[in-house]
């Protein structure tokens, strides 16, 4: 794997990417201009790891039902978080279904 413009290896910044799930991905998306690899898991994890937080959100105003929903969500987010940290360490630009195609069309689109 080469460098990204960050000066860290491109597989680091993809992993690192996901670590504060969105907000990393926000970080990673302003200070990436090369590696489509790291912008590509940026934009993934601002997609998944932002609608996971909005559903969170919307189900914790659910009594009983809302919050054992989220409560599962959560341990898919944590399960998803690991393979996707574990897969962008690895150099492997891993694609979540939606979320990976969608990613993969932003970075195509928005290539310098």
Not at 29 to 41: A, G, K, N, Q, T
Not at 55 to 62: E, F, G, R
Request: glycine residues 10%; contains cysteine; neutral net charge.
């Amino acid at each position: 794997m080469g460098r990204s413009s960050t000066g860290l290896t491109e597989n680091t910044a993809g992993l690192l990417c996901y670590v504060l799930g969105w907000i990393s991905g926000i970080v990673f998306i302003l200070l990436e201009r090369e590696s489509d690899f790291v912008r590509f898991h940026a934009v993934q994890s601002i997609i998944i790891f932002g609608v996971i937080s909005i559903a969170n959100a919307v189900l914790d105003w659910l009594p009983v039902i809302g919050w054992i929903i989220s409560v599962a969500l959560g341990i898919v987010a944590f399960v998803l978080w690991i393979v996707l940290m574990v897969k962008a360490g690895r150099g492997e630009k891993y694609k979540v279904r939606w979320a990976g195609d969608f990613a993969e069309k932003w970075v195509s689109e928005h290539t310098s």
